[in-house]
């Protein structure tokens, strides 16, 4: 009885984030009929958008991967209880790195090309993210304020780099200035898994959510980054070292970002370019990914459909913003409060999860002698 | 560009401090009371906006002003609302709330203007007498109004703050909301109030941007600034003074970049562009050894004690 009552609690506890979807799309809606749009319509459009054909799907699946990778960081990141809102930063620094190896050594072999760019991806983005851990750990810098600064120097420094070093020599001589590097080699190409543009990146992030969960869960280092995350003075008086585990934190965050971002350019543009802001590159995965691991409950594995439905919600606005003319930008609207909802709601479940432990314990403790009388 | 002189150089400097001081000084406020907004970004990004649709529909600068405050106050309510009586975690609830400002401002934008225009804002005001002297008056007295009111807010809040018992309990929640509490201060209305002043401040830091500086709105056109605002706080040790230092040199930093491009002086754009980001960063490093704390109860939720 006691274990089905906190079953029931669980369950109920992981419905919560739906809620808060739920919720979020209703607001949706009544903004889509302020706008004069028929929100049935524009969802149906959103749907079939996002699943209406094998296309449709697989770029629902191609849109999920970068939040995906950005996701699994955060989950190693929040439940070592260190903020890592750089995944912007992260990701551009990672496709860049991977666009300096696929455009420095054309004559490599696929295979080892398309290794030493994931690595590089990888590298580049635990230093940035290292970065943000070290000032932490050691200069007190709140991380949340110096990843969103390092995003931006991140962004000056792609548009620097493509605009000048890295540029396409044909933007030169065609005089266009286009600010794009060059097509990588073809070897570097992820292969693709059916027709579409589906990329082997889905599952290499996939694998990648598998890991996660063994090193979270199943290693030492893991239970260490998540005791730091919910008891810091337990783990220092356990002997840990707390200030190394924030920069780890960090790290293994701004690596998943950074490897993401190496996905992502050999997976789907096949070469690296700018719209001036980061958002040109990411399409905002590196805010979107923290949406989504939230929404997985910061668990690996429960954030990769997390970063299905979230990739599906910005495959599908494209053609919704077709269909019933309403911006696309409705979708990071609506992002930022499926965040607030989620977050806002963990009190409800903290709540509630409490008061039925407690009727458990009250019922399943013998009453003390003081009670009795 | 030849007339571009040093007085323009620090003039300008002076006006960039506008959308720096309404936005620190607002998120202050939060902070003393205990609590961090880091939504300040994406409120500016909404007031901006609503002051920048305002004027162009009704041709008013003043109720321009007004939108972008009463946007601000919303949205300053929904933060207290999240942090106070939800208690959510601050720093991700912050967070929402800026992708929220980010889409939501460029969604309204497309929907109801949609191209890049601009509008005659905020004019300067030369003060008599005083602007006519030398340099000093060149600088500091031809500003627009939205910027006197900012630098006017300094030593307002500073009265506010440290003369009033109403300043008296924003800090004592801060750093002891148990004793406050047990004082007969509802922690909970001190907090709303804050952080909803945080939020009308921000709107008008927005507004300053698109109604009285660039005098334009585009899809992010805060670009982190709000982000700043909440270092800035930092920098300044929760103290108006130090407020007001950062956001002059902040906004120097950004008057000498523009003077630097304009003198076509050989550094890419893009590193002139990163140092404010770099400051930041290096500023808060630099930082760390002092002997300045943040308010006690700063990013706590406050929890009556229930045994």
């Not at chain 1, 699946?61 to 970068?66: Q, R, Y």
């Not at chain 2, 003074?241 to 906004?251: K, V």
Request: net charge positive.
């Amino acid at each position: 009885m006691k274990e089905m009552d906190q079953r029931i609690v669980r369950v109920l506890a992981s419905l919560t984030p739906v809620g808060a979807f739920l919720l979020a799309i209703l607001i949706g809606a009544v903004m889509l009929v302020i706008f004069g749009a028929n929100p049935l319509m524009a969802f149906r459009a959103l749907v079939s958008g996002a699943f209406g054909n094998m296309n449709a799907l697989a770029d629902t699946l191609v849109k999920a991967t970068p939040l995906l990778f950005v996701g699994l960081g955060i989950c190693i990141a929040f439940r070592g209880g260190v903020l890592n809102i750089g995944g912007e930063g992260q990701l551009v620094v990672g496709a860049l790195s991977a666009a300096l190896i696929c455009l420095n050594f054309p004559n490599w072999p696929g295979w080892a090309l398309i290794m030493a760019a994931l690595l590089g991806g990888l590298f580049a983005g635990a230093i940035y993210g290292g970065i943000a851990g070290f000032l932490k750990a050691y200069f007190n810098v709140n991380e949340i304020l110096s990843t969103i600064m390092l995003n931006y120097i991140a962004v000056f420094g792609m548009n620097y780099l493509l605009r000048g070093p890295l540029i396409d020599p044909m933007q030169i001589k065609l005089g266009s200035f286009i600010p794009e590097t060059a097509r990588f080699p073809r070897a570097t190409d992820l292969p693709r898994l059916v027709p579409t543009r589906l990329h082997l990146g889905v599952g290499i992030a996939i694998l990648f959510a598998v890991l996660v969960y063994i090193l979270l869960w199943r290693t030492t280092i893991g239970f260490r980054i998540r005791m730091v995350g919910k008891n810091i003075r337990a783990a220092l008086g356990a002997g840990i070292n707390v200030k190394g585990y924030m920069v780890l934190g960090l790290l293994l965050a701004g690596s998943l970002a950074g490897l993401g971002g190496a996905v992502e350019v050999l997976g789907v543009n096949h070469r690296m370019f700018t719209d001036g802001s980061a958002f040109g590159f990411t399409g905002s995965a590196g805010f979107n990914g923290i949406v989504a691991a939230l929404f997985g409950q910061l668990h690996p594995v429960g954030t990769i459909p997390a970063s299905i439905m979230l990739g599906a919600l910005l495959t599908g606005a494209n053609q919704m913003q077709r269909v019933v003319q309403v911006p696309s930008a409705l979708v990071g609207a609506l992002n930022g409060l499926i965040v607030v909802f989620v977050v806002g709601s963990e009190i409800l479940r903290l709540r509630q999860v409490r008061r039925v432990d407690r009727t458990l314990r009250v019922a399943s403790t013998p009453l003390s002698e003081e009670e009795k009388r | 560009m030849t007339g571009f002189t040093a007085i323009d150089i620090f003039s300008s400097g002076i006006r960039l401090a506008t959308p720096y001081l309404y936005a620190s000084i607002g998120e202050n406020f939060g902070q003393l009371s205990g609590i961090l907004n880091l939504g300040v970004d994406g409120i500016m990004l909404m007031g901006a906006y609503a002051a920048f649709f305002t004027t162009v529909k009704t041709g008013s600068l003043v109720l321009g002003l007004l939108a972008a405050g009463v946007v601000g106050a919303l949205l300053g309510l929904a933060m207290a609302f999240i942090s106070v009586t939800m208690k959510a975690e601050q720093g991700i609830s912050g967070i929402g709330l800026y992708l929220f400002g980010l889409g939501m401002s460029e969604l309204l934008f497309k929907k109801t203007l949609g191209e890049v225009q601009t509008v005659a804002g905020f004019a300067p005001v030369y003060i008599p007498w005083l602007s006519n002297i030398p340099v000093v008056g060149e600088i500091l007295f031809r500003q627009n109004v939205l910027a006197y009111g900012a630098f006017a807010l300094v030593p307002v809040s500073w009265f506010v703050l440290y003369k009033t018992p109403l300043g008296l309990k924003v800090r004592a929640v801060g750093q002891n909301p148990e004793g406050a509490d047990s004082l007969g201060v509802s922690v909970a209305r001190v907090r709303y109030l804050t952080v909803t002043i945080g939020g009308i401040l921000s709107g008008i830091a927005g507004a300053s941007l698109s109604i009285a500086l660039l005098n334009v709105f585009q899809e992010n056109l805060t670009y982190g600034m709000g982000f700043i605002a909440v270092a800035l706080v930092y920098f300044g040790g929760w103290r108006l003074s130090g407020l007001l230092t950062g956001a002059i040199l902040f906004s120097m930093v950004n008057a000498l970049q523009l003077w630097a491009q304009v003198r076509g002086i050989k550094i890419p754009s893009e590193f002139a562009l990163m140092i404010p980001y770099v400051i930041t960063i290096l500023v808060l490093a630099a930082l760390a050894k002092r002997r300045i704390h943040a308010p006690a109860a700063l990013n706590k939720p406050f929890e009556r004690g229930e045994g």
